[in-house]
C-alpha cells in the first residue's frame, strides 16, 4: 500500500538549529537552550523558556507583512528542505504542490510591540500591517519562499496544530489535491502566551519536571519543523493518525484521559497495528498536574505502561502550535539514518514520580532500543487531542 513518506525534515528549536545538532542534544538530555527571561511577564518576574538562539535569516527584504521572528523561524526550517522542494516541484509542479502550517502565536510579538507603541504614541509603527499576525501569514509565507502554489492554509487548535496538519497533509494527498505537501508548525515566543499561561497559573516556577510528584507548570518554547510529504513506497512515514475532541473543558483535559484514549487507538486502527507494538511514545507531557495525570491514566488503560516514553517539552520548552510536529520531527530522527546507535531520547526531569499516577516506562539516559513505530501525543485545549505514528517502511 502505498503510504505518506515524510521525505525531508528542516527544524529549529531550543534543541539546536539543525537535524545533526537537534538530535545529539535530544539524546544527551540537554537543556541548554532552556533559559530564564526577565522581559516576558508584565511582573517582570523571571521565567523559564526555550529559546532559539542562533542568527535568523533576515527579511529585510521582504514586504513589512512578512517580517516577524514567526517567519524567521520558518524560514530557518525551510533553508534545510529547500533542495528536497525544489525537486519536487520540478517533478509535479508548482500548482500540485500544498503548504498546511499549524500556529498559535504567527506574528503576534510584532503586533505586541506595535500596540505598546501605539499605546505611548497613539500611532503605529511606520509600515505596520495586521496581517502579519493572521493564522495564515506563516503558510502564506512558506508558501512564497517554496514558490508553489497549491492549496495553502494554516490550522490554529492550539497545541495539537501542527499535529492536526500533519494530518491534514496526510488528507491532501489521498484526496489527490496535491501531490506533495510542505507540511509542518512554527511559534514563537510572544508576552501573549506566556502572561496567558501564568495567569491559568499553569507556567512552572523553574524548569518543568513532566511526570514528577514536584510538577507546577510548563515552560514555554518557541521553533518551527518543516517536512515535505508525498506518496512513497519507502522511507519514514505518516502511517497512523487519530483525532478526538472530549470537549470535556475550555482548558482541562477529561480527567480519565478518554478523548486520548480515543484518538490513540483510532491513531493505531489507522496504522494498522496493535498498541502494544509501538517502541516508543513521544509524550505530550506538559508537566501541569492535569495533563500528565490524564495522560499516564491513558497509556495504562491502553495496555502502554511498558513501553517507552519520554517528555521532550522538558528541553524544548512548550512550543504550542509547533509542538506536534516538532515532536514528530523528533520521532522521525529516532527512525532516521541519525540515529546510528539506536539511542532513545531520554525523559529529563527530577527523577522524583508522583506515587498518584500510573507508572510510565519513562526513558533512562543512554537507553537504546530497536524502534519500527512511534507514538506522538498532542493534546491541546478544548478538548483538541491528536495521536501520530511515524514508523519505517522498506
Given amino acids: 500500500m502505498t503510504q505518506m513518506v515524510l521525505s525531508a525534515l528542516g527544524i529549529c528549536c531550543a534543541l539546536g538549529q539543525t537535524k545533526q545538532q537537534v538530535w545529539q542534544n535530544a539524546i544527551q538530555g ?100 495586521y496581517q502579519i499576525q493572521e493564522m495564515l501569514a506563516p503558510a502564506e509565507f512558506i508558501a512564497q519562499l517554496a514558490e508553489v502554489t497549491g492549496p495553502c492554509y494554516a490550522i490554529s487548535t492550539a497545541c495539537s496544530s501542527s499535529a492536526r496538519a500533519l494530518m491534514s ?22 508576552q501573549l502566551t506566556i502572561n496567558g499561561f501564568h495567569a491559568l497559573e499553569s507556567t512552572s516556577a523553574g524548569f518543568c519536571q513532566p511526570f514528577s510528584v514536584n510538577r507546577d507548570g510548563i515552560n514555554i518554547g518557541e521553533g518551527a519543523a518543516l517536512f515535505v510529504m508525498q506518496k512513497g513506497a519507502q522511507g519514514i512515514a505518516l502511517l497512523g493518525a487519530g483525532a ?19 484518538a490513540i487507538k483510532q491513531a493505531c486502527d489507522n496504522a494498522g497495528i496493535l498498541p502494544i507494538q509501538l517502541d516508543y511514545i513521544n509524550l505530550h507531557g506538559t508537566a501541569t498536574p492535569l495533563n500528565d495525570s490524564m495522560e499516564s491514566q491513558a497509556l495504562a488503560q491502553l495496555g502502554l505502561a511498558e513501553v517507552p516514553a519520554s517528555a521532550t517539552k522538558s528541553m524544548t520548552g512548550h512550543t504550542l502550535g509547533a509542538a506536534g510536529a516538532i515532536e514528530a520531527a523528533l520521532c522521525w530522527l529516532t ?60
Fill in 244 to 262: 478526538s475532541s472530549d470537549a470535556h473543558h475550555m482548558s482541562a483535559p477529561h480527567p480519565e484521559g478518554r478523548g486520548a484514549v480515543l
Fill in 169 to 190: 497533509a496526510r488528507n491532501l494527498l489521498q484526496a489527490d489535491l496535491a501531490d506533495a505537501v510542505i507540511v509542518g508548525g512554527v511559534d514563537s515566543l510572544c
Fill in 335 to 394: 527512525l532516521s539514518t541519525y540515529n546510528t546507535t539506536q539511542n532513545l531520547i531520554p525523559h529529563c526531569w527530577d527523577e522524583q514520580p508522583d506515587p498518584e499516577l500510573p507508572s510510565l516506562h519513562l526513558v533512562a539516559p543512554q537507553q537504546r532500543g530497536s524502534v519500527q513505530y512511534c507514538l506522538s501525543n498532542s493534546f491541546a485545549f478544548g478538548g483538541n487531542n491528536m495521536a501520530l505514528i511515524l514508523g519505517k517502511k522498506i
Fill in 30 to 129: 540537554s537543556r541548554d537552550g532552556m533559559r530564564w527571561r526577565t522581559d516576558l511577564l508584565q511582573s517582570d518576574k523571571a521565567v523559564v523558556v526555550g529559546e532559539v538562539s542562533a542568527p535568523l535569516p533576515d527579511l529585510s527584504h521582504w514586504p513589512p507583512l512578512y517580517q516577524s521572528r514567526n517567519n524567521q523561524l520558518a524560514a530557518l526550517a525551510f533553508q534545510q528542505i529547500a533542495a528536497e522542494v525544489a525537486v519536487v516541484r520540478q517533478q509535479y509542479s508548482a500548482q500540485r504542490i500544498a503548504v498546511v502550517i499549524g500556529t498559535s502565536t504567527s506574528g503576534i510579538a510584532e503586533g505586541e510591540r506595535a500596540m505598546q507603541q501605539y499605546m505611548q504614541q497613539q500611532q503605529y509603527p511606520a509600515g505596520y500591517q
